[in-house]
């Protein structure tokens, strides 16, 4: 049975266990092996410190039943999965959800690449953050790295890969799939994999699914986490606005998004917040004097409060990056506001995701799985998008240059052709 793994890379974001669990549950249905790699990346260099040899037996334990005949609390039989045997129990799954703290005790110390059971990742989708862990890896960016990630797959018998992660993680995927081939024939002259393991493993099968709270990839219209950060930062000015209005204050609210203001823009019109800051649209002329005006008029018409939402990538026209205590300062020179800052932090991507985005990272983690069983060593590695509410396939590397071209618009001030490339699903 073909083996498909799947690994969360980067900034976690809520979403990613529906995701784990939905290509997981998908691949045992469609008759395949399912593994997750723990800690992204860096799980994948270092591989399975002992017992290499004994993940190339998956095909030795008992073969699933027909999915279509029995129902799927059994469709894989208990014992299969490797993480149930090592606990020498069929827990529900608590043995991933225990993290890596517990990796020793557990018996998983130097396991990173696992095979996991149906009941592995039940209970999986209300999750917050990734289960199976995520690290940012310097190791995986150097060549020598990459070759023991490639020796590692091989070594497991992992067929296809599903990565989910913001555009940084998804590069690193397309890279180790165009270079593959010259991976593969270094680890075969090194004798690190015999001719056999070579031969099978030709071909790298990937799929992205693109993780981010920040909605900032281009060509897809949501990322999965977008909208439980949204939700938290939506209930967090609403409780900001409360405060505020009993005393008359001002607060400006830093919220998440490097190089993108999908979040403050999208929380600005939730909340009916007064004025927004964001990478993409700074404010026409001077800044200060246009924000002034506009909550000086608020004032004016009776409003008790003042919220100024700003993105933490926030850029004037020229370019020059606004920050939170730079409009506070403003507000409080020039309109006399009592003024706070609140920065929501960490709290906008962890959490319970919104349905939402259980279902997103759902149909996307179907999609991924059917992806790589229809993969040829011809079509392009994929990332599954969504585009007016249908899930997409798109080139996983035009999706991430068409994202750094977006980037590269804004460092021009190009602003509308940023805005305008972010949303075309074709690069001009
Ligand atoms: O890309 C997601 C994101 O949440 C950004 O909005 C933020 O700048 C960054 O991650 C923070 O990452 P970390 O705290 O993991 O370094």
């Known amino acids: 049975a073909p083996r498909i793994a799947v690994m969360t890379s980067g900034g976690d974001s809520a979403g990613m266990n529906a995701a784990v669990r939905a290509v997981a549950k998908s691949a045992i249905l469609r008759g395949c092996q399912a593994w997750v790699v723990r800690e992204g ?9 002992e017992g290499e040899e004994e993940s190339t037996d998956g095909d030795a334990t008992p073969p699933h039943p027909e999915p279509e005949t029995l129902p799927p609390s059994v469709a894989q039989p208990p014992g299969t999965s490797e993480a149930r045997r ?3 129990t069929y827990g529900q799954g608590e043995l991933l959800r225990e993290g890596v703290g517990e990796a020793e005790e557990l018996g998983l110390k130097g396991k990173y690449i696992l095979r996991v059971g149906w009941d592995d990742v039940r209970g999986w989708m209300d999750q917050g953050g990734t289960l199976i862990g995520t690290a940012r890896c310097a190791a995986f960016r150097e060549v020598a790295g990459r070759q023991r990630a490639a020796r590692n797959l091989i070594s497991c018998g992992i067929d296809a890969l599903v990565v989910c992660g913001g ?10 799939r165009a270079e593959w081939p010259e991976l593969v024939a270094a680890l075969l002259e090194r004798g690190e994999i015999s001719a056999e393991q070579a031969q099978r493993h030709r071909h790298l099968k990937i799929v992205g699914l693109v993780g981010s709270i920040d909605n900032d990839m281009a060509t897809t219209d949501m990322t999965i986490g977008a909208a439980t950060a949204l939700a938290r930062i939506c209930e967090a000015v609403d409780s900001i606005s409360s405060t505020a209005a009993s005393h008359s204050r001002a607060f400006v609210v830093e919220v998440m998004g490097r190089h993108c203001g999908w979040l403050a823009l999208m929380a600005g019109i939730a909340t009916g917040a007064d004025y927004v800051f964001l990478p993409e649209r700074p404010p026409p002329g001077d800044w200060r004097a246009d924000m002034c005006g506009v909550l000086a008029r608020h004032r004016e018409m009776g409003k008790r409060k003042t919220i100024v939402i700003v993105a933490e990538g926030a850029l004037a026209r020229d370019l020059t990056p606004i920050s939170p205590d730079d409009i506070k300062a403003v507000l409080a020179e020039r309109l006399g506001l009592d003024t706070r800052v609140t920065t929501l932090g960490h709290t906008q991507r962890g ?9 997103l990272a759902t149909l996307q983690g179907v999609e991924a799985v059917e992806a790589l069983l229809e993969a040829t060593p011809e079509t392009p590695s994929y990332v599954i998008g969504i585009r007016e509410n249908k ?5 996983l590397m035009h999706a991430v240059q068409q994202t750094q071209l977006v980037a590269q618009r804004i460092e021009k001030q190009d602003f509308d052709g940023a805005l305008a490339l972010r949303d075309s699903e074709f690069a001009e």
């Open 41 to 49: 990346w860096e799980g994948l260099v270092r591989g399975n410190a």
């Open 86 to 88: 090592w606990r020498g």
């Open 167 to 176: 555009d940084g993680s998804l590069t690193g995927a397309d890279r180790l």
């Open 351 to 359: 959490g319970k995701p919104v349905a939402a985005d259980r279902v």
């Open 391 to 395: 899930i997409t396939r798109i080139e």
